[in-house]
């Protein structure tokens, strides 16, 4: 399996990168630092350089053509600028999936947000704003006909994993590991038949392996 990864320099990218690496299948993304290039390359794992902001959608397609599935797990978060939100979160998954359709790649997972993460806080106007543009970025994905698949991980700590989740159409949000989430994502995209869904994803007591399967068979069991 060959996967495109978007934030694959990130927490979770990476962690998704190494594991599927380690398996023997091929991660590859975009870098816009050659040491985020090369730390990843003494991985074992291959960078395109570029930026998603700035790449024109044909040479996305480009970049991804020949890929078996898309993993975008970006995201500025706040913590450049509003705008750059906007163009990452908001519009990032949109322009990718355009590129996807024209590179003929159909598998796309996209790490999104719980919607109720940190309310009890009263996160500032930047945070909020995030909030927003992460949701449209999930209408925007929808509305393709790609087979796309959306989880929200709950708040993410950078705690080992425990390798057991709480996976589902509609969970209680609490907390869970990068290393977590990533293993569920890469379990994801080895279950085909699990896509147009959209999944909350957290901490919890059940094996991701047996946590994605017992969702495949519940999914299964209900199609007409």
Known sequence: ??????????????????????AGDEAVGLVRRSDQAQALTSHGIRTVPG???????????????GCDAIVFSAGAGGRESDGATTHVDG?????????????GVRRFVLVSVFPEAWRER?????????MVEKKKAETQLVLTDLDWLIVRPS?????????????????V??????DDVAATIVALLRAPGLNRLILELT????????SVAALA???????P
């Open 1 to 22: 399996m060959k996967v495109f990864i978007i934030g694959i320099a990130g927490g979770v990218g990476r962690r998704v990168a190494q594991r599927l690496a380690e």
């Open 217 to 223: 068979k519940d999914i299964g069991s209900s199609q």
């Open 51 to 65: 930026d998603l902001v700035a790449m024109p959608v044909d040479v996305l397609a480009a970049a991804m053509r």
């Open 91 to 103: 519009d990032g998954p949109g322009k990718l999936a355009a590129a996807a359709t024209r590179a």
């Open 203 to 210: 901490g919890g007591g059940m094996a991701i392996g047996d």
């Open 155 to 171: 708040a993410l700590t950078d705690a080992p994993g425990s390798g057991h989740v709480d996976l589902g159409l509609a969970k």
């Open 173 to 178: 949000h609490t907390v869970i590991a990068r």
């Open 122 to 130: 009263r996160m500032d106007p930047s945070f909020e704003h995030y």
